[in-house]
């Protein structure tokens, strides 16, 4: 089992910063890759990054320049730097772990508003 907590969410204006993270505990030994979805009101929940364990990183074209993922291994955290934040970035975002035996985890979400 692996448990994820976020924090760092909250109100922004347009054009601010915000750095998300997100706290693995339990078998973190199995995680392969971590990452960070999205779900605004009514819409689905879609891709904002992933970072696997040897640092790979991939993003969402939409947030590429905008967003950056990072790990910290020794805290078992991953972190998500959003800059030039926009208000169609409002949206409940949540912390993603799938281990090595396929077994995908969610954090609880954490929102994050962005006032225009």
């Known amino acids: 089992q692996v448990q994820l907590v976020e924090s760092g969410g909250g109100l922004v204006q347009a054009g601010g910063s915000l750095t998300l993270s997100c706290a693995a505990s339990?078998?973190?030994?199995?995680?392969?890759?971590m990452g960070w979805y999205r779900q605004a009101s009514g819409k689905q929940r879609e891709l904002v990054a992933t970072?696997?364990?040897?640092?790979?990183?991939n993003y969402a074209d939409s947030m590429k320049g905008r967003f950056t993922i990072s790990r910290d291994n020794a805290k078992n955290t991953v972190y998500l730097q959003m800059n030039n934040l926009k208000p169609e970035d409002t949206s409940v975002y949540y912390c993603?772990?799938?281990?090595?035996?396929?077994?995908?985890?969610w954090g609880k979400g954490t929102l994050v508003t962005v006032s225009s």
């Open positions: 970072i696997l364990t040897t640092g790979t990183t």
């Open positions: 339990g078998s973190i030994g199995s995680i392969n890759v």
């Open positions: 993603h772990a799938m281990t090595v035996g396929r077994m995908n985890y």
